[in-house]
């Protein structure tokens, strides 16, 4: 059973930048797809950025491009997420999923995940 946990989530001012980690334990990445999802007060779960075992990345929300950036260590069971520049609208709850075993490709809807952390709060305020 693979279990996650987010870190690095704090609050920052508009065009700082975070780094969050997600660690995995319980199982090991393997082939899965991971992702990383956020969450606004009011606003369903939507998927940011995606993973596969090989680094092939999906990207879901176009705000994003260009200033996030997903990342895995396959060895050290870990899963990144860089967020640059980062703005107001950017916050939220961000929580990180994994796919079952062997689901090696990417999805954006939340139903295909089947493991997820606890999340992490990302605040961007001046």
């Known amino acids: 059973q693979l279990q996650l946990v987010e870190s690095g989530g704090e609050l920052v001012q508009p065009g700082g930048s975070l780094r969050l980690s997600c660690a995995a334990s319980?199982?090991?990445?393997?082939?899965?797809?991971m992702a990383w999802f956020r969450q606004a007060p009011g606003t369903a779960r939507e998927a940011v950025l995606c993973v596969t075992r090989d680094g092939g990345v999906s990207a879901y929300v176009d705000s994003v491009k260009g200033r996030f950036t997903i990342s895995r260590d396959n060895v050290k069971n870990m899963v990144y997420l860089q967020m640059n520049s980062l703005k107001p609208e950017d916050s939220g709850v961000y929580y990180c999923?994994?796919?079952?075993?062997?689901?090696?490709?990417?999805?954006?809807?939340?139903?295909?995940?089947?493991?997820w952390g606890r999340g992490t709060q990302v605040g961007v305020s001046s």
């Open positions: 999923a994994g796919r079952r075993s062997m689901e090696a490709m990417c999805r954006s809807n939340p139903e295909a995940y089947a493991y």
């Open positions: 319980g199982s090991t990445l393997d082939y899965r797809a």
